[in-house]
């Protein structure tokens, strides 16, 4: 039985492929007529550059890509796909795509309010009383592609040959889609990040939206009703990183892509809420070991297939 559903997994694998390879034929990146699902392919390697990854879940049907959390690497192909459950400063590339070896795959952004009413009404179905998961929510997440999931998957991609498919069942098959990320080996860590005591997924909701607004760290812990030194440690233990590393990472990252897509560097470090240039262009060069301008001539073709 096992091996007859591993058979069925790689058919309906394959059958993804062609059906990103038909929708794709050359490189690039696209959004589909399904809202948040996007399809790329790199066909040249891409060295990991700054990003910020929203809640995501990605799915690679060939080649390998790769996100560095913190100094530390997470590379993953079409075995496993990539939860990103909050929104996080990342390095990410593919290195190591080519035309022969291109990078395939399926970007599928996920709703905050659908994945909480999801976790909610699983946990209230199982009958579950609320456990406390004293394991933190992790960062990223990389899940085996079980049969529920590459058949939802299928399913939902599916629909992008009909229009009026597309539009009719296309929110049913994103919540399937949901779902079997949930009960995924993922799950744990999109139930934590979504379901009850998400107090850091909350947060960091807050703080990617006012990035351009100096927030103290007693503002955020009092927000979500904890200790200034609980919260330290909750966020740390999420993220991989303090609150106020975060912060500054989220700013030079979200900086760094503005730059990438053309704004100069005095609006970049304005928008993400540097008064001062020359302090934006110290901290960027110590985190990226190049200025911003000189980074922003190396990057600007790349910029799109993070």
């Avoid at 990003?51 to 799915?59: H, L, R, S």
């Avoid at 190396?298 to 910029?303: G, K």
Wanted: hydrophobic share 45%; aromatic share 6%.
């Amino acid at each position: 039985m096992h091996h007859f559903s591993c058979q069925l997994g790689s058919m309906h694998k394959d059958a993804i492929k062609h059906l990103i390879e038909r929708h794709l034929p050359e490189a690039g990146l696209i959004d589909t007529a399904l809202e948040g699902v996007q399809l790329f392919r790199v066909s040249e390697a891409v060295p990991c550059v700054p990003a910020v990854y929203e809640p995501t879940v990605v799915a690679i049907l060939s080649g390998a890509k790769e996100a560095v959390l913190d100094g530390e690497h997470h590379v993953y192909d079409s075995s496993q796909y990539l939860l990103c459950p909050m929104t996080l400063p990342v390095e990410a590339g593919s290195p190591r795509a080519s035309k022969d070896n291109p990078l395939l795959g399926v970007m599928i952004a996920l709703r905050p309010r659908l994945m909480r009413d999801l976790a909610i009404e699983m946990q209230t179905a199982a009958g579950a009383a609320r456990r406390s998961d004293a394991a933190p929510p992790q960062a990223l997440a990389l899940a085996r592609w079980d049969p529920g999931f590459t058949q939802a998957l299928l399913r939902l991609l599916e629909l992008l040959d009909s229009p009026v498919d597309t539009a009719v069942l296309g929110p049913g098959r994103l919540r399937e889609l949901y779902y079997a990320v949930l009960k995924g080996e993922a799950g744990a860590a999109a139930r934590r990040a979504f379901g009850v005591g998400n107090e850091i997924a909350r947060t960091i909701d807050y703080l990617s939206t006012h990035l351009n607004e100096q927030v103290s760290i007693e503002a955020m812990a009092s927000h979500v009703g904890m200790s200034r030194a609980v919260f330290h440690r909750r966020f740390k233990e999420a993220t991989t990183m303090s609150p106020l590393q975060f912060v500054k990472s989220m700013r030079l990252n979200s900086a760094a892509m503005k730059i990438a897509e053309g704004k100069t560097v005095n609006e970049a470090a304005w928008d993400v809420g540097y008064a001062s240039t020359s302090q934006f262009s110290r901290e960027f060069k110590r985190l990226y070991g190049q200025s911003p301008r000189d980074w922003s001539h190396s990057v600007q073709a790349t910029a799109r297939f993070v």
